[in-house]
T-cell receptor
Framework: EAGVTQFPSHSVIEKGQTVTLRCDPISGHDNLYWYRRVMGKEIKFLLHFVKESKQDESGMPNNRFLAERTGGTYSTLKVQPAELEDSGVYFC?????????????FGPGTRLTVL | DAKTTQPTSMDCAEGRAANLPCNHSTISGNEYVYWYRQIHSQGPQYIIHGLKNNETNEMASLIITEDRKSSTLILPHATLRDTAVYYCIVRVRGTGTASKLTFGTGTRLQVTL
């Protein structure tokens, strides 16, 4: 079974440009999460989808970040316009729905560098 | 979610057991203890979780004290590939709705020859 995949693995853009990150969750996982780690900081939660609906977007830093999950399969995270402080590693995770607990499985991350 | 406290770093000789402690003195009755690790720049990897009983799987064992205020992750025979940052996370037990993970600073485990 394929794990969580993310594309691209690395992205280098200039300040003011737009970047779109993609996450493909494990097949059949209704829950999809975005996290990020900026330089020297802890891994922080950004948002959580249940199928195509945003369940929790309390961690989104500002309105330059837009996440979508049309059709409840893959998700995209767009940063527009990118700022220097957006540099970091963006992780996606997925989990199955239901049950008292759910184990989140992470992708390898996308390393974003904003110059 | 309850706050956790872990040592910043630990060393372990290869082949020996690595015991990673975690304090979660404010844990609630409906909160689970999860352990993840991050090897170098990879994505976090799930290790194990538990509520109040000790748990064991192919990767590790989790020992939770009777009062649930602390726990220990045990890697029975550490190898160089176990060098990573280990995160202890306390998380509300879902009631049908999954929830986020709150990462702290973790423990950096260095396994040496």
């Amino acid at each position: 079974e394929a794990g969580v995949t993310q594309f691209p693995s690395h992205s280098v853009i200039e300040k003011g440009q737009t970047v779109t990150l993609r996450c493909d969750p494990i097949s059949g996982h209704d829950n999809l999460y975005w996290y990020r780690r900026v330089m020297g900081k802890e891994i922080k939660f950004l948002l959580h989808f249940v199928k195509e609906s945003k369940q929790d977007e309390s961690g989104m830093p500002n309105n330059r970040f837009l996440a979508e999950r049309t059709g409840g399969t893959y998700s995209t995270l767009k940063v527009q316009p990118a700022e220097l402080e957006d540099s970091g590693v963006y992780f996606c995770a997925s989990s199955q729905a239901g049950g008292p607990t759910d184990t989140q499985y992470f992708g390898p991350g996308t390393r974003l560098t904003v110059l | 979610d309850a706050k956790t406290t872990q040592p910043t770093s630990m060393d372990c000789a290869e082949g020996r057991a690595a015991n990673l402690p975690c304090n979660h003195s404010t844990i609630s009755g409906n909160e689970y203890v999860y352990w993840y690790r991050q090897i170098h720049s990879q994505g976090p990897q799930y290790i194990i979780h538990g509520l109040k009983n000790n748990e064991t799987n192919e990767m590790a064992s989790l020992i939770i004290t009777e009062d649930r205020k602390s726990s220990t992750l045990i890697l029975p025979h550490a190898t160089l590939r176990d060098t990573a940052v280990y995160y202890c996370i306390v998380r509300v037990r879902g009631t049908g709705t999954a929830s986020k993970l709150t990462f702290g600073t973790g423990t950096r485990l260095q396994v040496t020859l």
